[in-house]
């Protein structure tokens, strides 16, 4: 019989993830900041899926794979919040909107706005949408006639920041004042991960760009501000997103939002509608140009679908579900260059991920980049093909995939808000470049990855641009 004094057998504790090796006091910095994309691929190869990664100043753990990031935003969501400098500084310039608020008061938000963002009530604003995306094209016209090469970037910047504002505002706001939001909206998102690293500054220490940052938001501010008043004064609110939600009223409690919540929520809007759809433009052309036969049947399909009416007609509700291939080349660069590429939360409880111990407390970090490119989950995942969103025979989606191994937009009950909004915005104006312009890569201009607040090429992408 076994003494009463020998040890029960336990199982051991489980361990934390793998560290990955670095240097005293900095730890793995200096090669993440080298070359990130190319560090953080070696360190999936050569730690697995889960790794920490010791950053001189704080251990993050990294997670690279969709069960990673279903267990963190949907079956343990609870467990991870959002803490930390990086969550401040996305509260400064985002306030208490959808993408950074929690709990009660998140639930109460989205039961507001939602019903604005289904399919039938983003019809009404296809119109808005082609007309803005029709005048930014006017311009480049422009180029064409002069024979130069032409940088996307801010072309397509100034696109769909037209396209959002009406959208969202309708014409409240005059072409200066719609090129002064543009600048200060993209100086701020710039700036924004400067300012997460800058946080836990004092307010009065000299930190490069902080004063132009602030004034940034103040001036966003006060248009979005006069805008809000000039609507609830208005007797019908107006036809646009603005309208629809201030006379949103939520069926639980019979409140409606304040101004300060109109403006939180409108700055979320701009990042999916502006940001995110702007970035996926130009990388679309970026490979585009470059692989001409994803080229010629883009252009075939829009060809197909517009031509077969008027040719001069504007696009309508009805061509959207016909331009499947125009789509996924859309989801095809969402997965190649998602413009969010990371996120983060903070462990509020101890939790246990692939068997690895995570303690209460630590910042967890998951890569959608390294996601997107996982290559278990896509095969020759540098590879651009759009067919990896085809529908199969019978129409239906591909059901093999991880169903969150594609997620530009978020995942779970958190999925961005403007999701639909931005792919019905990036395929019209993706269909629409197309079917009135040829574009041509300029010789020698490679465009290269630059890791800021989103994933932005790191010169531009530039082209140039023909009548078709």
Known sequence: MQSLLTPI??????????????????????????????????????????????LGFAKVVVCNHPRHAQHILRDHIDNYGKDGAFWASVRGLFGNGLLTSEGEFWRRQRRLMQPHF?????????????DAIDESLDGWQTTVNEHTPFDLMPAAADLTMRVVVNALFGTALSADELAEVGRNMAFALDYMTVNAATQSLPAWAPVPGRRRYRQAIAQIDAAIYRIIAASRQATDGGDHLLGML????????????????????????????????????????????????????????????LDERD????????????????????????????????SQRTAVADDEMDGYRIPAGTMVVWLTYMIHHHPALWPDPEHFDPDRFAPQADGSARPTRHPFAWMPFGVGQRICIGRDFALMEGTLALAMIVRRFQVRAVADHVPQLGLSTTLRPKAGVRVHLSSR
């Not at 039938?120 to 082609?130: D, E, G, I, S």
């Not at 959207?320 to 260059?337: F, H, M, S």
């Open 118 to 130: 289904h399919r039938q009530r983003l019809a009404t604003l296809l119109t808005v949408m082609v």
């Open 9 to 54: 057998a336990t199982q051991p504790a489980p361990s934390l993830p793998p560290e990955v090796k670095g240097w005293p006091w900095v730890g793995a910095l200096p090669a993440l900041i080298r070359n990130p994309i190319a560090f953080l691929t070696k360190a999936r190869e050569w730690y697995g899926d889960l790794y920490t990664l010791n």
């Open 246 to 305: 201030l006379n949103s009223v939520d069926e639980e409690t019979g409140e409606r939002m304040d101004d300060r919540q109109l403006r939180d929520e409108i700055f979320t809007l701009f990042l999916a509608g502006y940001e995110t759809t702007s970035i996926a433009l130009v990388w679309a052309f970026a490979y585009l140009t470059t692989h001409p036969t994803v080229m010629a049947k883009l252009q075939a399909e829009v060809d197909k679908v």
């Open 311 to 342: 040719p001069d007609a504007p696009i309508t509700f009805v061509d959207l579900p016909k331009l499947t291939y125009t789509r996924q080349v859309l989801q095809e660069i969402l997965r190649l260059r998602p413009p969010s590429y990371w």
